[in-house]
């Protein structure tokens, strides 16, 4: 079992290109989340979806967009790059049963840079 | 929204015991979390509280006084993969964690 897989692990990109950064879980999980984390100012969320067919918007959605055609996949997309959006990226996928701890689980992250 | 304070750095030494402390404001609270994160690497699941009062797990154990928005995370006979940094997440009701901006904590022999 493989948990969460992101890809790619690492990427450098031109300011103005388009990039799709991917997320799959095999945990059968009803909910997802796309975090940024900058130096000093911790994790943020920028979209979520809390079942497959919808999605919502988190702390710092601009510039960002998401699909969630099925339960495993949840690609993050960067229109149109800019520096600003240099940063990891990091998937999180949870149950949200309501009824123990729903904890999100973390995958190894993508580390993205805009120049 | 939440505001989440924690204190950026801390040092101890081997085998001593370090409380890392998470103060929070909240608008909907539905749980506290803490994360280990090591450099480089994903943030791993430590330990959840949504009651008053203290969870123990190991070495490690958690507080929360949700009267006060204050929660801590004690870590006990430190040991150098200890070293990392400790994130506190408040969850809301709509279940969406808000992190706090992390800990580093440095374990030194």
């Known amino acids: 079992i493989a948990g969460i897989t992101q890809a790619p692990t690492s990427q450098i990109l031109a300011a103005g290109r388009r990039m799709t950064l991917r997320c799959t879980q095999d945990?059968?999980?009803?909910?997802m989340y796309w975090y940024r984390q900058d130096l000093g100012l911790g994790l943020r969320l920028i979209h979520y979806?809390?079942?497959?067919?919808?999605?919502g918007k988190g702390e710092v959605p601009d510039g960002y967009s998401v699909s969630r055609a099925n339960t495993d996949d949840f690609p993050l997309t960067l229109a149109s790059a800019v520096p600003s959006q240099t940063s990891v990226y990091f998937c999180?996928?949870?149950?949200?049963?309501?009824?123990?701890?729903?904890?999100?689980?973390f995958g190894p992250g993508t580390r993205l840079t805009v120049l | 929204g939440q505001n989440i304070d924690q204190p950026t750095e801390m040092t101890a030494t081997e085998g001593a015991i370090v409380q890392i402390n998470c103060t929070y404001q909240t608008s909907g609270f539905n749980g506290l979390f803490w994360y280990q994160q090591h450099a480089g690497e994903a943030p791993t699941f430590l330990s959840y509280?949504?009651?008053?009062g203290l969870e123990e797990k190991g070495r490690f154990s958690s507080f929360l006084s949700r009267s006060k928005g204050y929660s801590y995370l004690l870590l006990k006979e430190l040991q150098m993969k200890d070293s990392a940094s400790y994130l506190c997440a408040v969850r809301d009701s709509d279940y969406k964690l808000s992190f706090g901006a992390g800990t580093t904590v440095t374990v030194r022999a």
């Open positions: 945990m059968r999980h009803n909910a």
């Open positions: 999180a996928s949870s149950v949200t049963s309501g009824r123990g701890t729903d904890t999100q689980y």
């Open positions: 979806s809390n079942t497959a067919g919808t999605t």
């Open positions: 509280n949504v009651l008053d």
